[in-house]
């Protein structure tokens, strides 16, 4: 029986699910066993008919799955039991040409190299359908004005569509991350038991990149048995993603939240229900983002650990990636692809944002009068002289301007100019942060056309 896992069966991916699912792990070491043949006839290595042969015996159909792991315990690894079922739906001659003057671990690692490929594809595309939600919340709300927070505090105003650029030029370098991982991560491996491919012979790395441009993976000729280090980059990409979907569900939670409530996550009958509060409308789909991404950027560490391998063979470190992969590609899926549902149906409270700017009597504008009064008086008078205005104007729940009104000498008064200054005439940049981070995801986008 297998151990049930609530996140992912709750907000999985099924996409990247099948990726690493048995059915297709074992499909893959039969597609690199057929490349191998493929590749070695056309070298010369073997004859021509005895790759058709192999070829056409490397098909799930000539697999009992069950025997297959059931010696694979006995072995400890299950090329071995697979080549054999190979072997024995040929006949005598083809059947000695199997896996010829491969290892385990090439097999393996090939195959592995397949599915990773197709994860960060896969990624890559869940990524952009979250990237263009988020371009449309930055498109939409480049002039919403909102209270930015520092340390949980307001701090100045800024817009909702500035906030959601910055998160949009994170997940445009992100996008970056992925296609890098794509050309560099999957490589071919076929270097032999020791890493030297003397099984091979001279055609060693003629093989090698006949099947490596079979598989659609990158050439190497240098073994990484144990430099698992294109491994752990790919943990890495995949935590990495899973976090920036994180840092936009904490933003979104704590923008929910019921003293701010200037967004919420899409309704819906029961979304986000309580068994025993009838009010309650919590923000699952974020919850579930920032689970994943806690676990994803634990389980990452693990590679590095895989990476310690020694010799030119690894003594158990490589079992660590058996486990801790597959795991970060798919909590990795899921919180893009939940990130993209709940950025998609993000209800934005405008009315709220601009009625939480009033909180605390216009305090949010205190750097702004700040900076009015620096040329005239310096930064530091500037700053003492607001800070004192401030303070007094929270004690006793009064509005800043009209403290600062009676603090101030009469010639600074002046400098001042109107009282009190509009949030929305201090956004600095926000616009122009929304324009450039659209023109940036833009561009990556039509770079891949």
């Known amino acids: 029986m297998q151990t049930f896992k609530l996140l992912p069966k709750l907000f999985g991916d099924a996409g990247m699910a099948d990726v690493f699912s048995a059915e297709r792990t074992v499909l893959s070491w039969l597609r690199v066993e057929a490349a191998l043949a493929q590749a070695q006839a056309e070298a010369g290595v073997i004859d021509e008919s005895d790759a058709e042969a192999i070829i056409g015996a490397c098909v799930p159909a000539n697999v009992d799955i069950e025997r297959l792991w059931q010696e694979a315990v006995n072995v400890g690894y299950p090329i071995l039991p697979l080549v054999r079922m190979i072997a024995a739906a040929l006949p005598e001659g083809p059947n000695g040409r199997v896996h010829y003057g491969a290892t385990t671990q090439d ?20 990524l952009d359908t979250f990237g263009g939600v988020l371009a449309e919340l930055v498109e939409e709300h480049a002039g919403t004005v909102v209270a930015a927070r520092t340390h949980a505090q307001q701090a100045v105003p800024t817009t909702f569509g500035a906030k959601m650029a910055v998160l949009l030029a994170e997940v445009t370098r992100q996008r970056r991350r992925l296609r890098t991982a794509v050309r560099q991560v999957p490589l071919v491996s076929l270097f032999g038991a020791g890493g030297t491919s003397a099984a091979m012979g001279e055609q060693a790395a003629v ?37 920036t979907a994180a840092r936009f569900a904490r933003e979104i939670v704590d923008l929910s ?6 967004v919420r996550e899409a309704g819906g009958h029961h979304r986000g229900a309580s068994s025993t509060m009838p009010q309650k409308a919590n923000p699952i789909g974020c919850e579930a983002i920032i689970g994943m991404s806690g676990t994803a950027g634990a389980l990452s560490s693990a590679l590095f650990r895989a990476m310690e391998a020694g010799h030119e063979r690894a003594a158990g470190e490589w079992q660590v990636e058996w486990y801790v992969v597959p795991q970060l590609a798919e909590l990795a899926a899921g919180a893009l692809a939940t990130a993209a549902e709940v ?18 009597g216009g305090l949010i504008m205190a750097e702004a009068y700040m900076m009015r009064l620096a040329p005239a008086l310096g930064r530091e008078q500037a700053h003492d002289l607001v800070y004192q205005a401030a303070h007094e104007a929270r004690a006793h729940g009064r509005a800043l301007a009209e403290t600062l009104r009676e603090l101030a000498a009469p010639g600074d008064l002046a400098s001042l100019g109107p009282l009190p200054m509009p949030p929305e005439s201090y956004l600095g940049d926000a616009e122009t942060i929304c324009l450039t981070a659209l023109a940036a995801w833009r561009t990556e986008e039509n770079d891949d056309e």
């Open 107 to 126: 097999i393996m690692d090939s195959g592995l190299s397949l599915q990773m490929k197709e994860a960060l594809d896969h990624l890559t595309a869940l």
């Open 207 to 243: 093989v090698r990149k006949g099947m490596a441009s079979r598989l659609g993976l990158v050439p190497t000729d240098v073994p990484w048995h144990v430099a698992r280090d294109g491994v752990a980059e790919f943990g890495v990409v995949c935590a990495g993603v899973t976090a």
């Open 257 to 262: 939240r019921t003293e701010v409530g200037e």
């Open 343 to 360: 950025a998609r149906g993000l209800q934005v409270f405008p009315e709220a944002m601009r009625s939480n700017l009033d909180a605390e």
